[in-house]
């Protein structure tokens, strides 16, 4: 390794280790084909209603396992192996989109159907999701997961740029059953990584273990008395829960304020992911846990703002260039938090950390989300969007006075970890690079 690495080496580090290469290449496919099953379903449900409720509760009904069941697919995750957990939700998911192609390109799918299928897509993110997190902590070295957790928000983005714009076009000549059916069919390529795959075996399958209330209980504790996850979690929680509908309401800015057609949905949802995609890469080439803290506030601030400037711009292109900053806000913010949860978990409580880390993110998006297609079918989309965002940027602002005391709790841990040297002994290191704010 050079004394100092090139940008280039930075930024690409992880695909040094061919498990990860061959992780974040079957990703980079299968992501394409989820954001354009997303936003082909958004499309499908708003022409078939027009109605902010309906697109509110089939959000619900898509997200909500994640918050009833995730904390369990995080028991599971510490208990078994994360590669085989995963090659099951991916094959379950395959059939859930290939049922949804059948009923859309047959004629016979109904919003019902939307929310059923829904539902069970989300029973299995509530097992994939913190199986997939603790994966890649397993595929890389130490000093190379923040990198790697980068590269795949990085690849998550480069999908949602690419998968919404195809989604758009397809949506707008074939209709949205073929965007179904693709996604079905990229699936395959996760599935062909995951077995290329090979990993050593950690003997978690053989070992005896407490009940999953115990564990789940045992994560609690854990989780509830580290206070730089506790309250990192938190932050997540409250960021998912009033600000992340904007999302589920993309189409009525879109259709009805916009005045704009599936074309235009697939541009704005392409314009949040090419944003996140720059955000990601920036925090791919930093590659360190130093800084992270201050990052969260500004990002967190960043996206509340951004959200409140988005809501009130009548201008198309006005408004995908402001969405460019609330998706690179929203991954830095994400993939910041990600890092430092990583990193501060212990290897055994790490599963149930990440599945806590995916209910705050997904799991609370779905109450936000009906609550906001209610209130938007009242008040107006714009309002409610922009309610969501300030409430962002004051928890940004709280969470800014919470940092040093922070800093002082997560410094033991990350010395612990080898992550950072140690202040006693610093070896001719600053107190300035010590430090996580």
């Known amino acids: 390794m050079p004394d100092k690495p090139s940008f280039v080496y930075s930024l690409w580090r992880s695909l040094r280790h061919r498990n990860y290469k061959l992780y974040l290449t079957g990703q980079l496919v299968s992501l394409c084909g989820t954001w354009m099953q997303q936003v082909a379903q958004s499309w499908l449900v708003y022409r078939l209603t027009g109605s902010a409720t309906l697109l509110g509760a089939v959000g619900f009904a898509s997200q909500i396992p994640v918050f ?9 995750s510490d208990r078994f192996s994360c590669r085989q957990i995963v090659l099951l939700t991916q094959s379950a998911a395959l059939l859930q989109a290939l049922v949804m192609a059948s009923l859309t390109l047959t004629g016979w799918v109904t919003v019902t159907h939307i929310i059923l ?17 603790s994966l890649v902590n397993q595929l890389v070295d130490a000093e190379d997961l923040p990198n790697a957790i980068a590269l795949n928000s990085s690849m998550i983005n480069a999908a949602r740029i690419v998968g919404p714009a195809l989604a758009g076009l397809l949506v707008a000549t074939l ?10 069919l990229s699936y395959l390529a996760v599935i062909w990584a995951l077995l290329a795959m090979r990993l050593t075996r950690r003997g ?10 115990h564990a789940l209980a045992e994560g609690t504790r854990y989780i509830a008395t580290t206070t730089p996850i506790r309250d990192l979690l938190l932050l997540l929680g ?5 600000g992340m509908p904007y999302m589920t309401l993309m189409p009525i800015f879109a259709g009805g304020i916009h005045q704009c057609g599936a074309d235009a949905l697939g541009l704005m949802m392409g314009s949040v992911g090419l944003g996140a995609l720059t955000g990601a890469l920036f925090l791919a080439q930093r590659g360190q846990v130093r800084g992270l803290g201050k990052i969260i506030v500004a990002t967190t601030l960043g996206f509340g703002l951004g959200l409140i400037l988005f809501t009130a711009s009548r201008s198309f292109w006005l408004s995908m260039v402001i969405l460019l900053e609330v998706g690179f806000s929203w991954m830095v913010l994400i993939a910041s938090c990600n890092t430092l949860l990583q990193v501060l978990a212990a290897d055994e409580m790490r599963g149930r950390v990440m599945s806590i880390f995916s209910m705050m993110l997904v799991g609370m998006a779905p109450f936000g989300s009906l609550i906001a297609g209610s209130l938007a079918d009242r008040v107006g989309a714009p309002l409610v969007v922009a309610a969501g965002g300030f409430f962002c940027a004051v928890a940004g602002l709280l969470f800014a006075q919470q940092l040093p005391r922070l800093r002082e709790a997560a410094l033991p841990i990350l010395i612990a970890r080898g ?3 140690d202040p006693i002994n610093p070896v001719g290191v600053s107190d300035a690079s010590l430090r996580v704010d």
């Open 204 to 213: 978690r399958e053989s070992a005896s273990h407490p009940s999953i209330a």
């Open 419 to 421: 992550i950072i040297p």
């Open 68 to 76: 009833a069941l995730g904390p369990i697919g995080g028991v599971i």
């Open 175 to 184: 209709g949205e059953g073929f965007c179904f059916l693709i996604n079905a």
């Open 238 to 242: 409250l960021v998912g829960f009033l």
């Open 117 to 133: 299928l829904g539902a069970v897509l989300g029973i299995v993110n509530a097992f994939d999701m913190p199986a997939r997190q």
